[in-house]
């Protein structure tokens, strides 16, 4: 069994930044590929990043490339969301996912453990 456990979510204005932790407790983490995906009020949950089991790989989603970083600390058991220059249309429940193997993409398919989530709210 995995549990995920998202933090650092919050209200912030335009242009801010944020950091979301997401702690991993139970079977492997060192050997997953870990993803976040972000939940706004009325739409489908959709795919932000996602890190292969090192960190060596990255994805992002089009709409955060230059603005997020995903990273990981194995040793912390901890996965990572940095968000700057946030924007209104970043408000949303951000979820950690465990993936099904050492490389995971954008898929919601390829993931088998999420937490229950962070909010975060941008203010124009």
């Known amino acids: 069994q995995v549990q995920l456990v998202e933090s650092g979510g919050g209200l912030v204005q335009a242009g801010g930044s944020l950091r979301l932790s997401c702690a991993a407790s139970g079977r492997t983490f060192s050997s997953d590929a870990m993803g976040w995906f972000r939940q706004a009020p009325g739409k489908e949950r959709e795919f932000v990043a996602s890190?292969?089991?090192?960190?060596?790989?990255?994805y992002y989603a089009d709409s955060v490339k230059g603005r997020f970083t995903i990273s990981r600390d194995n040793a912390k058991r901890t996965v990572y969301l940095q968000m700057n220059s946030l924007k209104p249309e970043d408000t949303a429940v951000y979820y950690c996912a465990r993936a099904y193997s050492d490389q995971a993409g954008n898929h919601e398919y390829e993931y088998d453990y999420w937490g229950q989530g962070t909010q975060v709210t941008v203010s124009s």
């Open positions: 890190c292969s089991w090192n960190g060596g790989n990255t």
